[in-house]
C-alpha cells in the first residue's frame, strides 16, 4: 500500500496570506491527524477528522482549520498567516479500530512565512 | 489535558552500549503509548508501542516498559548502531476503539559515537 502523501511539500507565503495543505491516507484509512511541529514547540496536535467531521481540535486559534471528504483526503487550511507559523505540518491516518489506533505519518509540508 | 514530559533532551552512548528514554504523563485515562524516531528531514516512523495492559513489550533491540501507578514508560535500545541515531519521540493518547490525538514529548536527540 501507498504511504501517507502530503502536497506541496515545500511552501513560501508571505504574512497576511492564506495557505491550502493537502494529506491522502493510506488506502482504507478513514481517521486524519494534523500536527504542527516547530523547534520550539515540538509536535503539537491541531485536528483529527473522521468520516467528514472534525472529532478533536488542539489549541489554535480560529484562523487554522481544516475538512476531510468523503474519499478520507484532508486539507488543512491557514488565514492570515504570520510569521509563527513557519513549521513543518505533518498528517497522520489511522484505520481507527480498536487495534488499529497507530497513526503513520506523512513526509509533511514545509511552511515558511516571510 | 494530558501533558508528557520526556527526559533527556539529548543523549549520546558509545556504539554498543544500551539507551534508555524516559517519559511521564499526566491523564490517567490515557492508555496507549507510541514511540517515533525521526531522522533528520524525515517523516516521523513508529517503531514500536504499548497499550495499557501490557507491562512490556520487545521487538529485537528495541523494548517498551509502562508503569500505570507512577504514570511512566521508557524506551530501551539496545546494541545500540549508528543507525540508531535520530530524534526519538514518545506520545500518550486515550485511545479508546478510536483515535484519540497524540500528546507528544519534546524529544530526544539520540547520537550514537561509533
Known amino acids: 500500500k501507498a504511504g501517507v502523501t502530503q502536497t506541496p511539500r515545500y511552501l513560501i507565503k508571505t504574512r497576511g496570506q492564506q495557505v491550502t495543505l493537502s494529506c491522502s491516507p493510506i488506502?482504507?484509512?478513514?481517521?486524519v491527524s494534523w500536527y504542527q511541529q516547530t523547534p520550539g514547540q515540538g509536535l503539537q496536535f491541531l485536528f483529527e477528522?473522521?468520516?467528514?467531521?472534525?472529532?478533536n481540535k488542539g489549541n489554535f486559534p480560529g484562523r487554522f482549520s481544516g475538512r476531510q471528504f468523503s474519499n478520507s483526503r484532508s486539507e488543512m487550511n491557514v488565514s492570515t498567516l504570520e510569521l509563527g507559523d513557519s513549521a513543518l505540518y505533518l498528517c497522520?491516518?489511522?484505520?481507527?479500530?480498536?487495534?488499529?489506533?497507530?497513526?503513520?505519518f506523512g513526509p509533511g509540508t514545509r511552511l515558511l512565512v516571510l | 489535558g494530558e501533558n508528557v514530559e520526556q527526559h533527556p533532551s539529548t543523549l549520546s552512548v558509545q556504539e554498543g552500549d544500551s539507551a534508555v528514554i524516559k517519559c511521564t504523563y499526566s491523564?490517567?485515562?490515557?492508555?496507549?503509548f507510541p514511540w517515533y524516531k525521526q531522522e533528520l528531514g524525515k517523516r516521523p516512523q513508529l517503531i514500536i508501542d504499548?497499550?495499557?495492559?501490557?507491562g512490556e513489550k520487545k521487538d529485537q533491540r528495541i523494548a517498551v516498559t509502562l508503569n500505570k501507578t507512577a504514570k511512566h514508560f521508557s524506551l530501551h535500545i539496545t546494541e545500540t548502531q549508528p543507525e540508531d541515531s535520530a530524534v526519538y519521540f514518545c506520545a500518550a493518547s486515550r485511545s479508546n476503539f478510536g483515535n484519540e490525538k497524540l500528546t507528544f514529548g519534546t524529544g530526544t536527540r539520540l547520537t550514537i559515537i561509533p
Open positions: 477528522y473522521f468520516s467528514e467531521t472534525q472529532r
Open positions: 504499548i497499550r495499557s495492559n501490557v
Open positions: 488506502s482504507g484509512h478513514r481517521s
Open positions: 497522520a491516518s489511522s484505520l481507527n479500530t480498536a487495534s488499529g489506533e497507530t497513526q503513520y
Open positions: 491523564d490517567s485515562a490515557s492508555n496507549y
